[in-house]
């Protein structure tokens, strides 16, 4: 995990790690490290930060991840990044969930809303 401002100050030392082959930037914990709110966008000493683990991770041969959503995703990408989280659990499983119960409760009633 990249997300402290001490982390990315050690970052050549971390990516030489042997057995190290991925980091994973968590952008709400760095940016509140780097005196910024807690975001997934913050500019300034973020967007360096940002750019410069993605940099090193490429020189050291170590994939780097971020969290993020599905609009900052191609950002994340053009920077060098190749793992990138789009959704967490926390909202896809209820989003999922609604979906299968409005598709079971269509097919449990021939394609009528059994309950309203």
Same mark, same amino acid.
């Given at each position: 995990m990249i997300e402290?401002?001490? *982390? $990315?100050?050690? %970052?050549?030392? #971390? %990516?030489? $790690? /042997?057995? #190290?082959?991925?980091?994973?930037? +968590? /952008?709400?914990?760095?940016s509140i490290t780097l005196? %910024?709110? /807690? @975001?997934?966008?913050? +500019?300034?000493a973020f967007e360096e930060a940002r750019? %410069? #683990?993605a940099k090193k991770c *490429?020189?050291? +041969?170590?994939?780097? @991840?971020i969290h993020a959503n599905a609009s900052l995703a191609e950002k994340h990408a053009?920077? @060098?990044?190749?793992?990138i989280t789009i959704s967490g659990d926390? $909202?896809? #499983?209820p989003v999922q969930a609604q979906a299968d119960l409005k598709l079971a409760r269509g097919a449990a009633s021939g394609g009528k809303a059994v309950y309203g």
């Open positions: 402290t401002k001490q *982390a $990315v100050e050690r %970052l050549d030392e #971390i %990516l030489a $790690v /042997p057995g #190290i082959d991925a980091v994973y930037v +968590g /952008p709400a914990d760095l005196g %910024l709110p /807690p @975001g997934m966008a913050n +500019g300034g750019v %410069l #683990i *490429a020189e050291h +041969g170590v994939t780097a @991840g053009a920077a @060098g990044y190749r793992m926390a $909202v896809a #499983i």
